[in-house]
């Protein structure tokens, strides 16, 4: 079903809401009180949302059933309303951050950053595949192949795009694919911050880092997630006068717009596929609707540009709500996941994650130790934390070896991360191929894989050819 044709009574959305921001609440505290979160430095979003998971029905709920107060036992979120949450608020964050400010020059840091991000989607996909033939030629037969492609999704490109796609794959016999989405994604985020931390220690244990002696560097305010001493960032500026329209009010407004446009372009190119008799498609450009957001969202931004009008657009206040479509991005797609369904897939989704894990840790150190002389362990931690979670996770583990930014890392980071959304539309596209082209056949399933190989290979010589990769030695 399309979630935009979902319907949801008011109330439990306000409900929903206002729970989402409870759980964020929670979240904070157990940052701000609990050492071992600030130890690891997980965000306050996957606290709350593993909150709402362990205190919804999948949990909690589950554990009371039989008894006679079992409904009064759990807060009654539904999985399937939070995944249509999550599905909108992904378009929403990439319309905020794409109305921001664009980078002027492009270079060897974000192109090389985002060749780094490519290497790692396409062997996660290619991983993924393979476990999967594996499983279905061995143990379970009946497994529906394109889990696999699900393991880049949940961990490079984050839970939204993760779940958009596992869910347009369900009418294809995926069974529960935008709960497995979501599950990638978690587990993304556990590689992310427990990971990215052993491996900072590892870092300054080995005399890597070059900014920071000990992680006893970071500051108290960072690790409680509270600024408590010394002056509090500014969150932006005010482009308007307050007496005509709140700034803030005027942002929202913008990118409310840029999804209006979005909705109707959508609605306008399916409803002419259903006339051309493309009906089968219509579902997929549906999942894919925030590519029509990006594309947008650009438009949008030139003609401001090209009109002298993107004044009024703020980039820090942008910054803010894209933060905060993340926040409530994430909270919402943990506190979705289905217990039956991991239950269901434990085994596949394991052994695609830690080998996705460690492939995706060794070949990052692998280029950035052979694309950078700057910073490399720097650069090699933030994508590590963007390709297991997402450009967030990065900047925070960023922050842990750079506190004070002085690094090209988290600049390129963030601008790499535009370049590969072009470079990957392509790669978006090929992922439904075994759908689409050849009727879920396992043999389209080897075709995708065969090109996933040769892209691969392409980005190397690429990246090699432009004299940006040099095989050097790489000195521990």
């Known amino acids: 079903m399309n979630p935009w044709d979902v319907s949801i009574n008011f109330k439990d959305f306000i409900l929903d809401?206002?729970?989402?921001?409870?759980?964020?609440?929670?979240?904070?505290?157990?940052?701000?009180?609990?050492?071992?979160?600030?130890?690891?430095?997980?965000?306050?979003?996957?606290?709350?949302?593993?909150?709402?998971?362990?205190?919804?029905?999948?949990?909690?709920?589950?554990?009371?059933?039989?008894?006679?107060?079992?409904?009064?036992?759990?807060?009654?979120?539904?999985?399937?309303?939070?995944?249509?949450?999550?599905?909108?608020?992904?378009?929403?964050?990439?319309?905020?951050?794409?109305?921001?400010?664009?980078?002027?020059?492009?270079?060897?840091?974000?192109?090389?950053?985002?060749?780094?991000?490519?290497?790692?989607?396409?062997?996660?996909?290619?991983?993924?595949?393979?476990?999967?033939?594996?499983?279905?030629?061995?143990?379970?037969?009946?497994?529906?192949?394109?889990?696999?492609?699900?393991?880049?999704?949940?961990?490079?490109?984050?839970?939204?795009?993760?779940?958009?796609?596992?869910?347009?794959?369900?009418?294809?016999?995926?069974?529960?694919?935008?709960?497995?989405?979501?599950?990638?994604?978690?587990?993304?985020?556990?590689?992310?911050?427990?990971?990215?931390?052993?491996?900072?220690?590892?870092?300054?244990?080995?005399?890597?880092?070059?900014?920071?002696?000990?992680?006893?560097?970071?500051?108290?305010?960072?690790?409680?997630?509270?600024?408590?001493?010394?002056?509090?960032?500014?969150?932006?500026?005010?482009?308007?006068?307050?007496?005509?329209?709140?700034?803030?009010?005027?942002?929202?407004?913008l990118i409310g717009f840029v999804y209006l446009l979005t909705y109707y372009t959508v609605y306008l190119l399916t409803g002419w596929m259903e006339r051309s008799g493309l009906e089968g498609f219509v579902a997929t450009v549906w999942s894919f609707h925030f590519i029509f957001a990006i594309i947008i969202t650009l438009l949008v931004r030139k003609v401001m540009d090209w009109q002298k009008r993107s004044y009024v657009i703020d980039t820090g206040l942008m910054n803010r709500l894209a933060g905060a479509s993340i926040d409530y991005l994430v909270v919402s797609s943990i506190a979705a996941i289905s217990v039956t369904i991991v239950a269901k897939y434990w085994v596949s989704i394991l052994t695609m994650s830690i080998f996705a894990g460690v492939y995706t840790a060794l070949i990052i150190y692998w280029a950035v130790y052979r694309a950078f002389d700057d910073y490399p362990f720097e650069r090699f931690i933030g994508i590590f934390g963007e390709k297991t979670g997402t450009v967030n996770s990065g900047l925070v583990l960023i922050r842990v070896t750079d506190p004070d930014f002085k690094t090209n890392a988290a600049e390129d980071l963030i601008y790499g991360g535009a370049i590969t959304i072009f470079l990957g539309l392509p790669l978006l596209v090929v992922m439904n191929f075994p759908m689409t082209m050849f009727n879920n056949s396992l043999r389209g399933y080897v075709i995708t894989l065969g090109i996933f190989i040769a892209y691969w290979l392409f980005l190397l010589i690429l990246w090699r050819a432009i004299g940006f990769l040099k095989f050097k030695k790489v000195l521990d």
Request: some cysteine.
């Open 17 to 253: 809401f206002s729970f989402l921001s409870l759980f964020l609440l929670m979240g904070t505290a157990l940052r701000r009180y609990v050492p071992f979160f600030q130890k690891y430095l997980i965000p306050n979003n996957i606290l709350a949302g593993f909150l709402g998971l362990i205190l919804g029905p999948q949990i909690l709920g589950y554990i009371f059933k039989d008894f006679s107060f079992a409904d009064y036992s759990y807060i009654p979120m539904n999985s399937d309303r939070l995944g249509v949450y999550v599905y909108h608020i992904l378009a929403l964050t990439f319309i905020a951050m794409g109305l921001r400010k664009e980078k002027t020059s492009w270079g060897k840091g974000p192109l090389s950053t985002s060749i780094t991000g490519l290497f790692c989607f396409l062997g996660q996909a290619t991983i993924g595949l393979l476990i999967a033939f594996t499983i279905i030629l061995t143990i379970k037969p009946d497994l529906f192949p394109g889990i696999g492609l699900l393991v880049p999704m949940g961990f490079g490109m984050g839970p939204g795009l993760a779940y958009s796609m596992g869910r347009s794959w369900e009418r294809f016999g995926f069974e529960g694919g935008g709960q497995v989405g979501l599950t990638f994604a978690a587990i993304g985020y556990l590689f992310a911050f427990f990971g990215g931390i052993w491996l900072i220690q590892w870092g300054i244990k080995h005399k890597k880092t070059k900014l920071i002696n000990s992680v006893d560097d970071i500051t108290s305010d960072i690790r409680m997630g509270v600024y408590k001493t010394g002056e509090q960032p500014s969150a932006g500026k005010l482009p308007l006068a307050s007496e005509a329209i709140e700034s803030m009010a005027f942002q929202i407004a």
